[in-house]
């Protein structure tokens, strides 16, 4: 078990809970549910609140049953109010409690934002960390769903640009709930952004594992070219590697997981090693997490690219109504053809 921070919960309750390996298939709904409900049994002073996640469990049912098993005070309903819910939750967190607190929609967080920004952010540096901030603010993202725009929404840039926050999106439901429990177990605020598309997919958990913030993983090893991405996107691309083998192409795929702190090591030792790069994710494309990625591909592995990295994105549109949206989202095509431009050579050494 590795956990990146260092002041952290490693009470008896928590210590014996993770010496018994519990693997089991589940959605990664029900990995985070799964996840929500271990922290409220190993820690008191976690609590989670926020609208429709008691009696109705969340719109989308990730806090499904906590209120019924933990009681009103540990799982509640709050008002409309995104900004009255992140003010609860400084106070509480101020005041040693561990607060998880759910925005139903990605574009309904932002009513919050100035909060998140002035004060979540900023109050460990400004009280020269004698005041942490343990909460984490869950927010379902992206597309795939057939939404509208505020429903749709790719809000991370905004996250990742601010400092004193982590930003963290899994892929699969096994990194859903270890990193989910990291993320509630840190001293710092944690901007935990959950794939909405990706909340019926399927995959073994290890609830023993609780998984290192900030360490990318390696979703497939290729030789010929590296696709980087996070959350829902990492699909696309894992689709697209497949597709590419079967025309003799090799293609690694790195899932990023944490946004911020960003696994530069394993970022730069992946494209070194192929010499060649895409970046790829729902969001668009302009100042965005894809193109920061790329700008430090460039900057740490220039001397070693076979081709200029390319990034393939949401277009730089409000997100496009339900029927439009196959053509918004990044997919395998899109993906495959930023591959072919990547300066390859023929049997006779030259550019195809």
């Known amino acids: 078990m590795t956990i990146a921070h260092e002041d952290v919960r490693t009470d008896a309750a928590v210590a014996a809970q993770l010496r018994t390996p519990t693997i089991q298939v589940m959605t990664m709904a029900s990995a985070l549910n799964r996840a929500l409900a271990d922290a409220i049994e190993a820690d008191p002073e976690v609590v989670v609140f926020g609208e429709d996640v008691g009696a109705l469990g969340g719109v989308f049912r ?12 540990r799982c509640f309903d709050t008002p409309l109010a995104e900004s009255g819910i992140i003010g609860t939750a400084v106070g509480m967190a101020m005041n040693g409690m561990r607060p998880v607190v759910e925005m139903q929609f990605d574009a309904f967080a932002l009513p919050a934002f100035e909060q998140v920004v002035s004060h979540v952010a900023k109050l460990g540096n400004r009280t020269r960390g004698t005041m942490r901030m343990p909460m984490v ?14 429903h749709c929404d790719s809000s991370e840039a905004y996250y ?5 926050l982590t930003v963290v999106c899994p892929s699969t439901p096994q990194d859903a709930y270890s990193l989910l429990r990291a993320a509630i177990a840190s001293p710092d605020p944690v901007v935990f952004l959950e794939p909405k598309k990706l909340y019926w997919t399927k995959g073994e958990v290890d609830t023993s594992i609780v998984d290192e913030i900030g360490s990318a993983r390696i979703a497939r090893e290729g030789t010929d070219v590296t696709l980087i991405s996070y959350g829902a996107s990492v699909a696309t691309c894992l689709e697209a590697a497949e ?40 969001a668009p494309g302009y100042a965005s997490v894809a ?47 930023a591959i072919d431009t990547l300066h390859w050579l023929d049997e006779h050494g030259e550019e195809s």
């Open 62 to 73: 990730i806090t499904d049953g906590l209120t019924e098993r933990y009681g009103e005070d």
């Open 291 to 337: 193109s920061e990625i790329q700008s430090r591909v460039f900057e740490r592995c220039f001397e070693f690219l076979e081709a200029p990295v390319r990034k393939v994105t949401g277009f730089d549109t409000p997100y496009a109504p339900p029927k439009f949206e196959h053509w918004y989202l990044p997919d395998a095509d899109r993906v495959l053809d």
């Open 137 to 150: 603010i869950r927010i379902p993202t992206g597309g795939g769903i057939g939404g509208v725009e505020h």
């Open 243 to 282: 597709i590419a083998a079967g025309e003799g192409r090799s293609v690694q795929v790195v899932d990023v997981r944490t946004l911020t702190p960003l696994d530069d090591a394993a970022i730069t030792a992946a494209v070194r090693a192929t010499g060649r790069a895409v970046v790829v994710a729902e």
């Open 160 to 164: 990742a640009h601010t400092p004193g």
